[in-house]
């Protein structure tokens, strides 16, 4: 998601704006008959690659944002529709909307109808986008856009791709908005959100609903206006690639499993900006068009190595068992398999994982921790850990990175392997790591020391601060690069 983004959702937080996460899909009224499914239950969640964190917004309900990497694309492919502008006009929608609620019965066109002043409206020129929660509407008796094809794919590593097309099933030319049109995947679209989340950017959602409550829905507005006329009959084809990170965002536990296992058959939703007939103003309709879609493929077994591991909470403590993350980024994501660029200097990124234990007690434990003032400039964070396992541990000493938690004070700095400011919490089970795309192997037995350092921008604030050094764990099958296992050293120098 764009830095305007961010900064559109902190302006309307500060202001009391009410924004609400959610994904998913029209309700079953909205859905013809002949694609009604039984939708079935959630399982347990996944872990990724592209960072993600979360921020609390107004009414109670967290968006997650992207901090770095890269994300999916969507790439709308025009099929059928004619080079020409004249069709049916938001104006002309309008004028026979009426409030749409969740489970109200009806069949016919939803839609959803924003209302914002010119100056906080994207597509009158403001140099942003937004997300928000808007009415829901019901548009007309019957539905003038469908989707006739909604597929999703999952390749082995969890990567998921999404093709759709949408088509015209009305008698008239519809004026669209084919380059703001976005998708949203959701699990469980037939309910109100209570509180989960979604993780969005690039006109992508996934959540497990589109309903902040029953008359209300999220709506993304974001992308380069690009209108064009739908003729009756005419379709707009597109498809977009989802990676793993996506999905462990707020509101999507469990969904990436559901799919490759099937115990979930998701809802795709396509929501489609129709221009007015002149200037953008105070008022957005949206069409939506959703269709239960036919999922394919499913994700290669998991390693050894992440058998066995527990779930941990932040604020948990275990003398037991070792703190560790358990990082699904996906190959394309993963630092360790990306092309070289040749400058000899290693590249980092910022993950969001899952935050687990390893049973069996402590494998490293830290000796010494300190920060000293290099010079007006910068810092040296030093630290050394010793093998406390009993066996020999297969560790990567190129890929140890750190992360100074600074608090809430508004920022964070990502460089060589240093996070430095916000916390890396990303939710009560979720943290961001560090992963290099050097790696070194190395053999530490029992009772040996391993050690490390990092340069940082100095700030004062980290003499007092707490952290965690992250240590990738080098797997049998390490030529995978579908997830990584870190091991993670809490420590802390305040007071």
Known sequence: MSNELMDSLARQAETGGT??????????????????????????????????????LAGGVAAALEWQGQRGEIAPAITTVPDTHDGITADDLRVGTTARTLDDGRTGQAGILCTMAVKDNPYAGADFSRADSCPAVWVADEPLVELTRAD??????????????????????????????????????????????????????????LWSDTTNRVVQMEGDTSSATLAPGGTLAGDATLDPQMFTGLGTDGLLEGLSGGSIEPTLTL????????????????????????????????????????????????????????????????????????????????????AVWIPGGKRLELTDVGITQQ?????????????????????????????????????????????VGWTPWNGDSTRHALLSSESDPLSLDPGNPIAGEKTFERDDKALDAHGAVFVRVVREDDEDGTRELLLELPWSLAG
């Not at 309700?27 to 399982?43: E, F, G, K, S, Y």
């Not at 190595?305 to 990082?327: H, K, M, N, W, Y």
Request: with cysteine; net charge negative.
């Open 271 to 354: 929501q489609v900006r129709i221009p007015p007939a002149g200037d953008p103003g105070t008022r957005e309709l949206f069409l939506e068009a959703s269709a239960v879609a036919s999922t394919t493929g499913s994700m290669d077994p998991v390693s050894a190595a992440f058998e066995g591991l527990e779930p941990r909470i932040q604020g948990e403590t275990r003398d037991d068992a070792q703190e560790a993350l358990v990082c699904h980024v996906g190959e394309a994501d993963n630092p360790r398999f990306q092309p070289d660029d040749g400058d000899g200097i290693a590249s980092w990124s910022t993950p969001t994982c899952e």
């Open 375 to 419: 010079d007006k400039f910068t810092s040296v964070f030093q630290w050394s850990a010793t093998n406390v396992s009993g066996r020999t541990l297969d560790l990567d000493e190129a890929s140890m990175g750190v992360s100074i938690d600074l608090g809430d004070v508004g920022y964070v700095m990502n460089s060589d392997g240093v996070s």
């Open 19 to 56: 924004l609400y996460d959610g994904r998913g899909g029209v309700d079953d009224a909205v859905v013809a008959p002949a694609r009604r499914r039984v939708r079935r239950a959630r399982t347990m969640r996944a872990a990724g690659t592209l960072g993600v964190t979360a921020l609390v």
């Open 152 to 209: 999703v794919v999952v390749d082995g590593d969890g990567t998921v791709h999404v093709s759709w097309e949408l088509a015209n099933a009305s008698g008239d030319p519809i004026l669209v908005d084919e380059g703001t049109l976005s998708i949203a995947l959701a699990s469980d679209p037939d309910r109100v959100m209570s509180g989960e989340g979604y993780t969005a950017g690039d006109r992508q959602l996934i959540a497990p609903s």
